[in-house]
């Protein structure tokens, strides 16, 4: 994996956690507890941050090594509880990470990722206009 092939992966995630924090912004905690539609959402973009953070760890760790911040072991086995044990998911603890972890995470790449998507998107432009 190249490191812009990581940089996509964490962007990925990044977009995951994003959707996942603005689902429960102004939201109660006990909205949330009451609100299943919005539990399954962040979830199933817990699932896909912990498959990236696997993808990374496994095929880029050095990209890994590089945000020391971030709980990259953490986010695979929730990604695992998620996925294997649904109906013993404590929700208590989706609602921190939605309003915690994911918000620190989205902090630590964010500025690499929309320098990434910049960098592409002058790419993608210059190549459409004729220039190389």
């Not at 812009?4 to 992966?9: C, L, N, P």
């Not at 102004?26 to 817990?46: C, P, V, W, Y």
């Not at 972890?101 to 990722?113: G, H, K, M, R, S």
Request: aromatic share 8%; proline share 2%.
């Amino acid at each position: 994996m190249t490191r812009s092939s990581a940089i996509i992966v964490l962007a990925e995630m990044y977009e995951a956690a994003s959707r996942a924090a603005s689902y429960v912004e102004g939201m109660s905690k006990a909205d949330f507890l009451q609100d299943t539609r919005t539990q399954e959402a962040i979830a199933m973009n817990l699932i896909n941050i912990g498959e990236g953070a696997s993808r990374i760890l496994r095929l880029h760790s050095d990209v890994a090594a590089s945000y020391p911040q971030i709980l990259w072991q953490e986010m695979i086995g929730m990604r695992n509880r998620i996925a294997h044990g649904y109906n013993d998911i404590d929700m208590d603890v989706v609602w921190d990470t939605a309003n915690g972890t994911l918000l620190d995470f989205i902090a630590a790449v964010e500025p690499d990722v929309t320098r990434f998507i910049a960098e592409f998107d002058a790419r993608t432009s210059n190549s459409s206009n004729g220039d190389s």
